[in-house]
Nanobody, 126 residues
Framework: QVHLVESGGGLVQPGGSLRLSCAAS????????IGWFRQAPGKEREGVSC????????YYADSVKGRFTISRDSARNTVYLQMNSLKPEDTGVYYC???????????????????WGQGTQVTVSS
């Protein structure tokens, strides 16, 4: 069975950091583009970041550029999202997703992804 599991969320003060993990079982993440998405209460899901199959191409939404970093760890079959300088507006449920893509690119459109995790809550508040 194919599973994606996110972890690493929690409550953090503004300016703090979290590292989210997206671990896969049943398939190899290296064969897919990986995207991170988030959804705040009452808002639509938005694409935050993605990384292409080779790891050379990454994308960040303007709202997180310079603060978030996406990376792959092939040995652990895991993708990370390092989030620094967190702001209250970063609060939401964060999801990772895996999907096919034209090498070496990735997408921040949810419809381009086939497999989704269950999400992890990130709350930025003082």
């Amino acid at each position: 069975q194919v599973h994606l599991v996110e972890s690493g969320g929690g409550l953090v003060q503004p300016g703090g950091s979290l590292r989210l993990s997206c671990a896969a079982s049943g398939f190899t993440l290296d064969a897919y583009a990986i995207g991170w998405f988030r959804q705040a209460p009452g808002k639509e899901r938005e694409g935050v970041s993605c990384i292409g199959r080779g790891g050379d191409i990454t994308y960040y939404a303007d709202s997180v550029k310079g603060r978030f970093t996406i990376s792959r760890d092939s040995a652990r079959n895991t993708v990370y999202l390092q989030m620094n300088s967190l702001k209250p507006e970063d609060t939401g449920v964060y999801y990772c997703a895996a999907g096919p893509s034209t090498y070496p690119y990735c997408s921040v459109y949810g419809t381009d992804y086939d497999y989704w995790g269950q999400g992890t809550q990130v709350t930025v508040s003082s």
